[in-house]
């Protein structure tokens, strides 16, 4: 017994060793981190990703404000709170004046960029030109906040994509939640696994940066997340998440529960490690303040899902959970750094990080802005 416990501390000092060097793990290796179980194990983990963050971001962190601006939606995801056939949840959406307020209240709090994330909206997706408003609204949020912009639409057209890398957006957010096809079929309901990986090719040859993110503990083996963590380094995204699924009250999974923690934090150190100078969000999504700690500690370096208290607007996976309280702000997470040893950020170091990742994909791919571009005026795209 003592025997083996050596040989697999001395396995994984020697693959933390190579990951602190930022030599490339192999999938085993990834593997490997990804089954560890002892506390001493796990500290070692979340201490190597740590200082891989701290050697790529300092003692930086980035501040996210979350914009929920519509709850409709047309799809039947089994695990969201959200879709369609659920009569019990919270359904919105808000006008261009409501969101513009609500971003210029997350401005002027201190986040470093607006995510205007929606439901597959009817009203935006299925009408003639009904992305017209959404596409008007980044530029909007874009010139009176002076922020970068994360669209979280959903599947969109390419060339609405496009249109929305010309109006402003500097992200694409759009998660596969999994790498496997059968599960993704179980979970995301005649929707296309081949389309929502293409849309999300097709944002970066946009000039788009992309976040590619993982739900876990919704029938996802270790195998599937080995599969995700490929699948992420494949698609090159600049900003790679994990959330613990969350079961929602009135959906097929309400009776599922919900996976212990330890199985996010570990996903989150793996991604620092393998990734390890790309973003990684800590969601006050899941655990809301209560859970920021821990997911900090595993080497997430984005706080998302800051949320305008009294407005009216809501989380995805924690649609109530510390919003109105005033919790889920940049004074509700910023003694929580302090306590870390951590700071925000300023708004100009995260700028100069998406602008820098920007022009890696202009380089890459060219730019397919074309034509007159209407929106001009803004200055820093
Ligand atoms: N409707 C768009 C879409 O699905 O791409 C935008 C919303 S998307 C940002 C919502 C994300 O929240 C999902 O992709 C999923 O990863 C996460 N989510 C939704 N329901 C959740 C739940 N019950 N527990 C944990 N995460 C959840
Ligand atoms: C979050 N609730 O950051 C948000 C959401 C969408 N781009 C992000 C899942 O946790
Ligand atoms: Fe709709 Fe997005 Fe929820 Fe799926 S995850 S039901 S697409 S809001």
């Known amino acids: 017994m003592a025997a083996l416990r050596n040989q697999s501390e001395h396995r994984l000092e020697g693959i933390l060793e190579k990951a602190g060097l930022l030599q490339e793990l192999t999938d085993r290796e990834a593997a490997f981190l990804l089954g560890l179980q002892s506390r001493d194990d796990l500290d070692k983990l979340f201490r190597t990703a740590r200082s891989l963050r ?4 300092g003692n930086k962190i980035f501040l996210y404000g979350f914009i929920y601006l519509s709850t409709w939606c047309r799809n039947n995801c089994t695990f969201c709170y959200y879709r369609k056939s659920n009569s019990k949840s919270v359904r919105y959406r808000k006008t261009a004046e409501e969101v513009l307020d609500a971003a210029a209240r997350l401005a002027a709090s201190g986040v470093h960029l607006i995510d205007l994330t929606l439901g ?4 935006f997706h299925n009408r003639k030109e009904g992305f017209q408003p ?3 609204l980044v530029h909007q949020v874009k010139k009176r906040t002076g922020l970068p912009v994360m669209i979280s639409p959903g599947v969109v057209p390419g060339r609405i994509l496009q249109d929305f890398a010309t109006a402003g957006a500097d992200w694409y957010a759009c998660y596969q939640e999994t790498h496997n096809e059968r599960l993704f079929a179980e979970l995301r309901l005649e ?4 389309q929502r990986l293409a849309s999300k090719e097709e944002a970066l040859r946009c000039g788009l940066l992309v976040e590619e993110g993982i739900l876990t503990g919704i029938g996802d083996t270790e195998s599937d997340i080995m599969l995700s963590l490929q699948g992420m380094r494949q698609l090159q995204a600049q900003q790679v998440r994990v959330m613990s699924f969350v079961p929602q009250q009135g959906t097929p999974l309400a009776d599922r ?3 212990a923690r330890i199985r996010e934090l570990k996903i989150i150190a793996v991604m620092r490690i393998l990734f390890p100078d790309r973003l990684i969000p800590a969601s006050l999504d899941v655990d809301g303040v209560a859970g920021l700690r821990d997911r900090i500690n595993a080497g997430a370096n984005v706080v ?3 949320i305008p208290p009294l407005m009216g607007l809501a989380g995805v996976a924690q649609c109530r959970r510390d919003i109105d309280e005033g919790n ?3 004074a509700g997470v ?3 750094l302090e306590e870390m040893g951590l700071t925000a950020a300023t708004a100009e170091e995260y700028l100069s990080w998406v602008e820098k990742e920007k022009a890696k994909l202009i380089r890459l791919h060219g730019t397919c802005l074309s034509g007159s571009n209407p929106f001009s005026e803004i200055s820093h795209q």
């Not at 597959?120 to 009203?123: G, L, R, S, T, V």
């Open 120 to 123: 597959e909206d009817p009203y």
């Open 54 to 57: 701290e050697r790529f971001f």
């Open 334 to 336: 910023l003694p929580f």
């Open 134 to 136: 959404l596409i008007a």
């Open 191 to 194: 929707q296309s696994y081949q």
């Open 328 to 330: 889920r702000t940049v």
């Open 257 to 259: 529960e919900t996976p």
């Open 304 to 306: 998302t899902s800051i």
